[in-house]
């Protein structure tokens, strides 16, 4: 059923429609005097036919109101006329309405007309939806579509045929093809005529008036009905495609080259292991042909080599990879080789097997290098076997006689001899001591060669044999004028576990060396804990010397056999150059490591690490040694001032004299000295006399010359020197001093020479007034603010010295120094400062040890 709304301003008329309307089986109906009546009614229920009078009285008329309801509700109107003038009905014309009525009319008029009006309506409807449908095809199809009429004038154009374009259907309607498009045939570059377009759809260039071209695949279609006849040009854009295309075909052509250049030999097989491809190496390897492909499993490549075969199974039934396996195969020769061989699934996109690759390297050469050279190192093991079993053998032999020879000696030494006679079998002994230890360490080498050597694990008393050790050394340095010091640290334990003998023959070798190659100056040893447990302890042995010291690039080679800095130690020296390398050895089996610090003509330091079982510590007696029950104490607090630049003697002096109950001010350099002298006098000076500025024997000239003050003339002067030799003290006694002590430094030695000079309490009160040093600079018992601080910029300038004269050994001492003083201090920031420091001197690193001066500079002034 059907709802019109009938729009007439006589009720009547209206009425009288409505009753027509009825007749014909038209029930639904409603009417509106107004136009603005008929919007209301619209709204509130749409109808699907309106019948308008043309003359609707009131502001909108019926004309323009069939406009708007036209436009904005897109409802059928059909007009219902009387008389209108032929402006109103042109004006009308434009409303697009679906019939006029004229009036009088009848039910079959009216019927008829309704009707046909409604039909009209719902072709017009579906032909609006066709048209939408056809314009967003044609908008989204991705195919640029050109439509020209007869003469190529454009008539139509796509989305995409305009961006082929570059412009638009308006620019381009009505204007001939060609002047928007040119065809190219793609290989002659040349312009392709309709004609020859017509013929089949073909891939060309396209070029644009815009200039720019690009391959289409184009198919041009005539059309020729009874309404209308043209072309139309359907243009799809294959660069992307051809784009792809080209680079698969590259990446295929880069595959099969790589494919075909390889060494190895390579087969592609099915599931079933039958060959379906291979490159040139398998089919020269294998004496296959490709162009009989497939036509082999690649177990007709075995033979009967069941082994191999079995592999292959495996690889089958486990569809795992094989990786490198070395297998025998046979060659186009039929000759039996070893191959290693590769085999990985191959799979496709979905993950599922579709066969397999196979990777042949034939390495029968590479066996015959391997077993040759397995020859060889067997030969060359079995000859070494037998040089060092034939050294241990010899070393063995020769000692037997070589003993009787020495003893003998020695007998014949205690018998009735003439000067010359002794003297000759004095040099015999010597001679035979030391080739019998030459012999000695030819069969500890020989026994390193042969991996012989074994350590002994023994619980022995470690302090007593390093004291021993250092005890017989001490007397060759007493002969070369060189002193000799060391230290051991107090939580090293009495006692431990492993071999005494081996670790007196590292220390032996190390300080053996030491004061060989050191002619002036000193030879320290210091032993401390690196770790502590309960089961363990690794030891830290220090051996260093002020001698010829070693060149950085030699520091390494020094530890393997035979090698020597150069061939003129030898001749100078003397030595084999296998005593590092046995230390370092040893060394190794004590579970530890040994290296070298040193600059070359300014001596080395030679550390090597050991660790120890722990074992029973109550059968060793505390070894007190100098520290504790030989411990030297002062008859009186004395204030003591220490003229000496190198830190870490400033340090080991400051420390022994404070825990003696002693007040100690430090001075860096000479002018120093006699500036503090000369405004507080104390009861002793301890001074060095290679200190700078003003030289040591400078400064006890001017000391004993100042006779107006005879607190400081008379006080008592200790020379520290580099030196123990006797012109040393001689020098030293000649300039005013009162006594001398030889680097490095012994406290005990030290203290009793200070109890020696400073007597009685009686004679210090003579010397004058003692307490001003306190006064002065507001000393806590013990420990000075001031020096600390002096001292703390002293060991600045020093390492702002090494730095100049990029003095990398200077530079790790000082910070080594600095280190420990920051951490006995608790001043943080410094002490990481001065270890970073430290390791830039050990790396050589100028850049990074400027960096971290300027940092040390702050964290001392915070500190
Ligand atoms: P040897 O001393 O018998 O030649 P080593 O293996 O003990 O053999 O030492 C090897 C070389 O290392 C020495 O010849 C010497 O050149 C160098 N060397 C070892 N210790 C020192 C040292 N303290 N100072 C300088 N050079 C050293």
Known sequence: ????????????????????????????????????????????????????????????????????????????????????????????????????????????????????????????EKLKKQELWLSSTLTKIGTGIIKTDEKSAIILMNNVAERFAGTTLENA?????????????????????????????????????AGWSFPVALTLQKIEDESESGYVYFLQDLSEKLGAEKKIRSTEQLLKRTFESLQDAILIMDHSFTIIDSNTAAQNLFGISKIRLPYKRVQDLFKDNPGSLKIFSEVLSHKAFLRRHEIALYDRKNELFFAEITVAPLVDENGENTGWVCAVTDIRERKIYESMLKEAKE???????????????????????????????????????????????????????????????ILDFSKIETGKIELEQTDFDLRKTIHDTIDVMKVQ????????SHE??????????GDPLRLQQILVNLIGNAIKFTDEGYVRCSIDVQKKDNETVTLVFSVEDTGIGIPADKTSIIFESFKQVD??????????????????????????????????????RFVFT???????????????????????????????????DDPSTQKMIRQALENRG?????????????????????????????????????????????????????????AITTNARKEDLEKCLKTGMNGHIPKPVQINELVNMIKSLIKTENDRSQVGEFYPVQAEFGQVKGKSVFCERKELLASLQAMGRAITEKDFFMLEKESESLLHYAREHKMDSLADEAFRMKLAARKITMKRAREIMVRLKKAAVIS
């Not at 060609?178 to 396209?206: G, T």
Request: aromatic residues 6%; glycine residues 6%.
């Open 173 to 209: 309607e009505g204007k001939l093809i060609s002047e928007i498009f040119a065809f190219l045939d793609i290989k002659k570059q040349q312009i392709l005529p309709r004609s020859l377009l017509e013929e089949k759809p073909s891939n060309v260039f396209l070029q644009n008036s």
């Open 488 to 497: 051991i640290g107090n939580d090293v334990p009495n006692g431990v576990n």
């Open 379 to 441: 030969d060359a093991e079995s000859a070494n076997r037998a040089k060092s079993e034939f050294l241990t053998n010899m070393s063995h032999e020769l000692r037997t006689p070589l003993n009787s020879i020495i003893g003998m000696t020695e007998l014949t030494l205690e018998t009735q001899l003439t000067r010359d006679q002794r003297e000759y079998l004095e040099i015999v002994r010597q001679s035979s001591l030391s080739f019998l230890q030459l012999l000695n360490t």
């Open 662 to 718: 002693s007040t100690v001010v430090c001075a860096q350099d000479g002018r120093t000295v006699l500036e503090l002298l000369l405004r507080t006098p104390f009861d002793i000076l301890l001074l060095d006399t290679e200190i700078p500025v003003i030289d040591g024997y400078e400064i006890a000239r001017e000391i004993r010359s100042m006779r107006e003050k005879p607190a400081v003339s008379k006080m008592p002067i200790i």
């Open 610 to 644: 050991a660790e120890f079982f722990m074992c029973d510590q109550s059968q060793f007696e505390k070894d007190e040694d100098s520290l504790n029950a030989r411990k030297e104490i002062l008859p009186m607090e004395l204030s003591v001032l220490v003229a000496e």
């Open 477 to 484: 340095a007493i002969k070369k004028g060189i002193s000799m």
């Open 567 to 604: 061939g003129s130690t030898t001749r100078k020296y003397g030595g084999t150059g296998l005593g590092l390398a046995i230390s370092k050895r040893l060394v190794e089996l004590m579970g530890g490591a040994i290296w070298v610090e040193s600059r070359k003509r300014r001596g080395s």
């Open 1 to 124: 059923m059907h709802h019109i709304l009938i729009v007439e301003d006589e009720k009547i008329v209206a009425t009288d429609i409505r009753y027509m309307l009825k007749k014909i089986d038209m029930t639904s109906t409603d009417i509106a005097k107004s136009a603005n009546d008929a919007f209301e009614k619209i709204e509130a229920k749409r109808p699907d036919l309106i019948l308008m009078d043309i003359n609707l009285s009131g502001d909108i008329d019926g004309v323009h109101a069939a406009g708007i309801i036209q436009k904005k509700y897109r409802i059928p109107v059909m007009y219902l006329t009387a008389y209108a003038d032929e402006k109103t009905v042109e004006r009308a014309k434009h409303t697009e309405p679906v019939g006029y009525l004229l009036k009088p009319f009848n039910e079959i008029e009216l019927k008829t007309n309704i009707e046909i009006a409604l039909y009209k309506q719902k072709i017009n």
